[in-house]
């Protein structure tokens, strides 16, 4: 996705993250830092895409993911949204790295990765990391 497609600044990042949000089995869409992985914005159901964990399994951040929306979420969507991201920060580290080590001219434009229950789509833009969540069709 280039940067005139997600477009500058928090206006355009709330549109497109509204836009994704209106779509047909989209879950939650969260935008995160392409430098630092913090977390930029979220919209849908963040805090409901992992099961819930005994206490003590939490995933180990990985750099700064720290809700910047500034709104009174509750705690456990906060650390959802936050262990997501760590997630999904590692993934496409790791995946930049396959990459990279394949072929050093090349790079990560696309991820998607399907479970039984959803679909992952990650966008690795030059500004941001854009993950969109939708439910799996039967």
Known sequence: ??????????????????????????????????????ILKTSGQVGSIRTTKTSGSSVPAVGPFANNEGNANSTNHDQG???????????????????QELDT????????????????VIVPDAKYLLIVVHDTSA
């Open 105 to 120: 001219e090349d790079e990560v434009k696309l991820l998607r990765l399907r479970t039984k229950k959803q679909e992952f």
């Open 1 to 38: 996705m280039s940067d005139t497609a997600l477009g500058t600044g928090p206006d355009a990042l709330d549109e497109t993250l509204g836009r994704l949000s209106k779509k047909a089995g989209v879950r939650a869409a969260i935008a995160l830092d392409r430098a630092s992985g913090a």
């Open 81 to 99: 949204a936050e262990e997501l991201a760590s997630m999904v920060w590692n993934f496409v580290s790791t995946a930049g790295s396959l990459v």
